[in-house]
């Protein structure tokens, strides 16, 4: 199929658009910009300094891809944003491009739904399948694992980890790393329960989500501490894969600081 490109479009002549593409009017591809095939943009959307976009994106009016990130100790330098397939960006996202303090890399994976008013901002990964809602705002830095759910006017703190099939509720404030199958929510976030909507969705069985609903509550409610959690479970034979994943991230977290397992990057 042909490509479709309005004609009040501005594209520079370096960029690189694949077939099948369509893009709105009074849009804005700078440069260094690559769009892959059957990505749609919508108007007013403009992509600036090093981005790469994959296949069957979807992209609303207003997103602005590719920006400066907002990081005074930028310099300038070649960094990129790298999007994946699939994706839905809908109305005034912003996508920061990375800083030199990591791979130089702002990434989103594939089938990733970000309402609108999002903001991601620079060095941040976000996985695949994961769900940000309206107004939602991304510190630098912050790792997004697959099938995470952050709802609405949810700010989370630089460096932070956000782990998979977790769910965010709105207008929650993430001070510290969410861990994996839990919901969290308040002023901070706290865990209050397991995910048990996502996992049987995404069909987790019984036996899982009861390993997982003890895990929360020896962790968060008796508080029996890791080491002592992980004794009680081995004993009740509920170390299942998932639970490991949950204790390992629950370790990781304690030795960072604030309760950020990747604020040992930063200080590296």
């Known amino acids: 199929m042909a490509t479709i490109v309005a004609d009040n479009v501005s594209i520079h002549p370096q960029a690189e658009i694949d077939v099948d593409v369509e893009i709105g009017p009074f849009s804005v591809i700078g440069p260094h910009a690559r769009i892959g095939r059957g990505t749609r943009l919508e108007n007013n959307v403009t992509l600036m ?3 790469t976009i994959g296949q069957h994106n979807h ?4 997103v602005v891809i590719g920006g400066e990130p907002q990081d005074l100790s930028y310099r300038g330098s ?3 944003v790298v999007i994946g397939d699939h994706n839905v960006i809908r109305e005034c996202v912003t996508i920061n491009r990375a800083t030199e ?3 130089g890399v702002t990434s989103i994976g594939d089938h990733n739904f970000l309402m609108a008013c999002c903001h991601v901002a620079h060095d941040c990964r ?3 399948h994961i769900i940000i809602a309206n107004g939602t705002l ?3 830095h912050v790792h997004v694992h697959d099938y995470a759910s952050l709802s609405g006017a949810v700010a989370v703190h630089h460096y932070a ?3 998979s099939y977790s769910f965010i509720s709105g207008c929650s404030r993430v001070l510290h790393d969410v861990p994996p199958f839990m919901l969290v929510e308040g002023h901070p976030a706290r865990p209050r329960c397991i995910n048990v909507v996502a996992l049987k969705r995404n069909d987790f069985t019984p036996e899982v989500i009861n390993c997982l609903a003890e895990a929360h509550r020896l962790l968060y409610r008796a ?5 002592h959690a992980r004794e009680i479970l081995r004993g009740n034979d509920q170390l299942v894969p998932q639970v490991n994943e949950l204790l390992g991230f629950v370790q990781s977290q304690q030795e960072g600081k604030h309760g950020r397992s990747r604020e040992r990057r930063r200080a590296a």
């Open 138 to 140: 991304l510190g630098g």
């Open 223 to 227: 508080k029996v501490g890791l080491d």
């Open 49 to 51: 300094g090093q981005v």
């Open 126 to 128: 976000l996985g695949n």
């Open 161 to 163: 980890s956000v782990g």
């Open 78 to 80: 070649d960094t990129h």
């Open 101 to 103: 303090k990591e791979d």
């Open 59 to 62: 992209i609303y009016p207003g």
